[in-house]
């Protein structure tokens, strides 16, 4: 059983903090791994991807990934409200067409 | 382009009661997927289709049925519904992406939903 877990949150940070966000996967075969923000009541969006071990950055978004240590994570520098989202964690053993989700984190940035 | 498009946003069904849901993507997509989501939960893949004619089950493929006729359709059906199926139900297709260093990897696009509740 595939299984990638988040813890459920929330997690609440003051407007300009940084959010960091984890994610473990138990499938050592996983291969790629997403992250995808819903806001309440909407479908999922990706904002990150990532192979690689070590860090990927995208504007105020960083993707960390350990495979020694099965951990992903996602920091948010300068966090906003409009970050107020629940933030799901994605593992795939081929290049993302098979996605196991996590729970999801709900994030509160608060002003 | 519209996206993916799904029908209807909300239903109530009554138990034992069937009826599907539609999911249209104009995107000219191959891969596509239908997702269910329990409240305060991560998706659970139901079933996906790699390609017009070809379908297969997901995690959770109980108490469902798929058809893909056209690249562009890919409807859901449940039959005899359970209260178990209320849920939130995503419909998403996929297409390759480049990213940095030459990676490649298959971005899902996830329709608006279809809320779903069985009593």
């Known amino acids: 059983q595939k299984e990638v877990e988040q813890n459920s949150g929330p997690l609440s940070v003051p407007e300009g903090a940084i959010a960091s966000l984890n994610c473990t996967y138990s499938?050592?075969?996983?291969?790629?791994f997403f992250w995808y923000r819903q806001y309440s009541g909407k479908s999922p969006e990706l904002i990150m991807f990532?192979?690689?071990?070590g860090d990927k950055e995208d504007g105020r978004f960083t993707a960390q990934l350990n495979k020694a240590s099965q951990y992903v994570s996602l920091l948010i520098r300068d966090s906003q409200p409009s970050d107020s989202a629940t933030y799901l964690c994605?593992?795939?053993?081929?290049?993302?067409?098979?996605?196991?989700f996590g729970g999801g984190t709900r994030l509160m940035v608060k002003p | 382009n519209a996206g993916v498009t799904q029908t209807p946003k909300f239903r109530i069904l009554k138990i034992g009661q069937s009826m599907t849901l539609q999911c249209t993507q104009d995107m000219n997509h191959n891969y596509m997927y239908w997702y269910r989501q329990d409240p305060g939960m991560g998706l659970k893949l139901i079933y996906y289709s790699v390609g017009a004619g070809i379908t297969d089950k997901g995690e959770v493929p109980n108490g469902y049925n798929v058809s893909r006729s056209t690249t562009e359709d890919f409807p859901l059906r449940l039959e005899l519904a359970a209260p178990s199926q209320t849920s939130v139900y995503f419909c998403a297709s996929s297409t390759r992406r480049a990213g940095l260093a030459g990676q490649r990897s298959y971005e899902q696009y996830f329709g608006p939903g279809t809320r779903l509740t069985v009593t």
């Open positions: 499938d050592r075969g996983s291969q790629s």
């Open positions: 990532i192979y690689s071990n």
């Open positions: 994605a593992a795939a053993i081929d290049a993302g067409n098979m996605l196991t």
